[in-house]
C-alpha cells in the first residue's frame, strides 16, 4: 500500500500522527558508493530515482552541499511546458511532460501539477507567423498547440490588456494547453523521498571538495565529510558546474552562470487561470495557489555567481507586468530573489558521458531547467546506468559546440545572456 | 552597481552594456586553426570571484571598457580603457588643449 493515502492519512490522524517517518533519512556517508551524484537539486534527486527505480541501481548516494532543495528548485517559477521548435527539445521537453502527467502518481508525492495551459502572447503579425510555425513544428511531433485570436485572448484572461492602444497591442497568442505549473518544493521532496525509500542515501551539507582519481579515470570525491569512492560519479551542480569541473581540472566549458531573479505579490483572489508570457520583451507570469503572482524576465545580463539580482531589472519588468496588466499597478510585491543559471552557449542542455571517464555530466539548464527535471533525471540515469545516451538525450553532448551542431532554439548564437 | 568610466566618472550600471568575457583571445583573420575558432566562441573559464570583462559606456561617452568584478560581490576592482592605444590618443588631446 501507498505510504501516503487517504487510508494511512486517517489512520494517522487517529493515532495522534506520530508514526509518520520523515521523508527521507540523514545517513552519513559510506565509503563507496556504485554511482554518487553531485548535486542534491531536482534534477540530481531524480537521477537518483530513476538509476533506482528503472535500473535497480540502489547503491547511490546525493551529495548536497547546502541543504536539500535550496537552489534553483526552490527558486523557480515552477512553469512546466514543451514548446520548442527545434526537434532535440521538443522531443525531450515532450518526455518531460508525460513523465509530469502521471509525476504524482509515481511519486505517491502530490507535485501539484496543474494543467492551466501556457500562453505566448503575439503583438505583431509577423511575430504571430513565427509562432504558427513553431505551433506547428510541436503539432508535427505529436505536442499539442493551437494558435488563439485576440478575442480569444481576452476570454481567457480578462484583466489583460487587449486594446488596440496598449503599449504593444496584442495580436494573438500560441496556447499550449497541456502545458501549466507544479509545486517546486514537492518536486525536491517527492523525488527525494522516492530515492531514499528505494536506498539512495542522500547527504547533505557535503560539500565537494576535489575529486578523486585512478591513474585517468575518476574514481570518487573528497569532500568536507571525507573521502567517497565510486565507479561513476555524476555531476548535475546547475550554476556551479564551471566550479565543480575546475576541480576536476577542467578550466573552461561552453557555459557562463547568470543570476535570473523571480518575484511575488501578496495573494489576490484568482486573476489568471494560465501561464502567460509577453512577446515584446522578456517576462512571464501565473498564479501560485496561495494566490500571489509569481512571475519573471530577464537575466540580469553580466555574469554572477550571486543568488540576489539588481534593481535596473526589477523595474523592468515592473514596467512590463504594467504594460499588459495596467490593472495590478497597486498591488504590491511581497518577495524577489535571484537564482544562478548555468547558460549555456546554445541555450540548450548537455547530458553526456564524459568528459572525463568515469565521469558523467548534466547542465547548461539556462533557466529552464525546472521542467525538464523529471526528463533530465530519467535521461541522465539512463546515460549512466548504460554508459551510453538514450536516443532523446543523444544530441545533447559536450562536443556539440566545436563539431557545428548546437541545438540553438532562439537562433541568438553564443551569447549565452540572451538565451 | 557603479562602474566608473575613465572619461565619465562614477555612473549607473544602466549606462552600460556588456560585452562579455574579456579573457577570450581572437585568434588572426586568416588563421585556420578551428580549435583557436571553436575555444574563442565558445568555451569560458567563468569564474566564481574576479572576472575580466568588456563593458561599453553605449549610455555616455561610447568608449570600451575592460573591467575586472568580482561576479560573487559585483566589487570592481579596476577600469580601463579596452583599447591598448587609447591612452595616447587622450594624450594627444591633452596636448591639443595646451
Redesign the interface.
Known amino acids: 500500500m501507498a505510504e501516503y493515502s487517504a487510508f494511512s492519512l486517517l489512520k494517522n490522524a487517529l493515532t495522534g500522527n506520530k508514526d509518520w517517518k520523515p521523508a527521507w533519512r540523514k545517513p552519513d556517508p559510506k565509503a563507496s558508493y556504485d554511482v554518487i551524484v553531485i548535486g542534491g537539486g531536482g534534477h540530481g534527486l531524480s537521477t537518483a530515482y530513476y538509476l533506482a527505480k528503472e535500473h535497480g541501481i540502489t547503491n547511490v548516494a546525493v551529495l548536497e552541499k547546502g541543504w536539500l532543495g535550496s537552489g534553483n528548485v526552490g527558486r523557480n517559477t515552477t512553469a512546466v511546458r514543451s514548446n520548442y521548435l527545434l526537434p532535440a527539445n521538443t522531443r525531450f521537453y515532450e518526455h518531460s511532460m508525460k513523465l509530469w502527467e502521471n509525476l504524482s502518481h509515481d511519486l505517491n508525492y502530490n507535485v501539484m501539477f496543474s494543467q492551466r495551459g501556457c500562453l505566448n502572447l503575439a503583438h505583431t503579425p509577423a511575430q504571430l507567423d513565427d509562432f504558427a510555425r513553431r505551433g506547428n513544428a510541436m503539432r508535427h511531433l505529436g505536442v499539442d498547440a493551437e494558435l488563439m485570436t485576440t478575442a480569444e485572448i481576452a476570454r481567457l484572461v480578462p484583466a489583460l490588456d487587449v486594446s488596440a492602444t496598449a503599449r504593444f497591442p496584442i495580436v494573438g497568442g500560441l496556447m499550449q494547453r497541456r502545458a501549466g505549473t507544479a509545486r517546486h518544493d514537492a518536486v525536491a521532496w517527492g523525488y527525494a523521498r522516492g530515492a531514499d525509500r528505494r536506498g539512495v542515501d542522500i547527504i547533505e551539507n557535503c560539500e565537494v571538495t576535489g575529486f578523486l582519481r585512478d591513474g585517468d579515470r575518476i574514481s570518487g570525491v573528497s569532500t568536507s565529510r571525507g573521502e567517497i569512492r565510486a565507479r561513476k560519479v555524476a555531476v548535475a551542480v546547475a550554476g556551479s558546474t564551471g566550479q565543480v569541473m575546475r576541480l576536476a581540472g577542467i578550466d573552461t566549458m561552453p557555459i557562463e552562470s547568470h543570476v535570473l531573479q523571480a518575484f511575488v505579490t501578496e495573494s489576490l483572489k484568482p486573476f489568471i487561470n494560465t501561464v502567460l508570457t509577453f512577446g515584446m520583451g522578456h517576462f512571464y507570469m501565473s498564479q501560485s495557489d496561495k494566490g500571489g503572482l509569481v512571475y519573471g524576465g530577464d537575466l540580469d545580463g553580466y555574469n554572477s555567481y550571486a543568488q540576489r539580482g539588481s534593481l535596473p531589472v526589477v523595474d523592468e519588468v515592473m514596467s512590463e507586468m504594467l504594460a499588459l496588466f495596467p490593472g495590478l499597478a497597486r498591488v504590491r510585491m511581497l518577495r524577489s530573489w535571484g537564482g544562478v543559471c548555468d547558460m549555456s552557449m546554445d541555450g540548450s542542455p548537455i547530458i553526456t558521458i564524459g568528459p572525463l571517464p568515469g565521469m558523467y555530466l548534466n547542465c547548461g539548464w539556462c533557466y529552464g531547467g525546472f521542467k525538464a527535471t523529471p526528463a533530465s533525471g530519467w535521461c541522465f540515469a539512463w546515460t549512466i546506468a548504460k554508459d551510453e545516451p538514450h536516443d532523446i538525450n543523444a544530441p545533447f553532448t559536450l562536443d556539440r559546440f566545436h563539431r557545428g551542431l548546437v541545438i540553438d532554439d532562439k537562433g541568438q548564437g553564443a551569447t549565452p545572456r540572451l538565451h | 552597481?557603479l562602474i566608473t568610466c575613465p572619461y565619465c566618472g562614477p555612473r549607473?550600471?544602466?549606462e552600460f552594456t556588456?560585452q562579455?568575457?574579456g579573457n577570450r583571445e581572437r585568434p588572426q583573420s586568416a588563421s585556420q586553426d578551428?580549435?583557436a575558432w571553436?575555444?574563442y566562441?565558445?568555451?569560458?573559464?567563468?569564474?566564481?570571484g574576479d572576472?575580466n570583462?568588456i563593458w561599453q559606456h553605449s549610455g555616455g561617452c561610447r568608449a570600451h571598457l575592460r573591467v575586472v568584478?568580482n561576479?560573487?560581490?559585483?566589487e570592481i576592482s579596476s577600469v580601463a580603457f579596452a583599447r591598448g592605444d587609447h591612452k595616447s590618443v587622450a594624450r594627444h588631446k591633452t596636448e591639443g588643449k595646451s
Not at chain 2, 41 to 48: E, G, I, K, S, T
Open positions: 552597481m549607473d550600471v544602466i556588456y562579455g568575457d578551428l580549435d571553436n575555444a566562441v565558445y568555451d569560458r573559464l567563468n569564474p566564481a572576472h570583462e568584478r561576479t560573487l560581490t559585483h
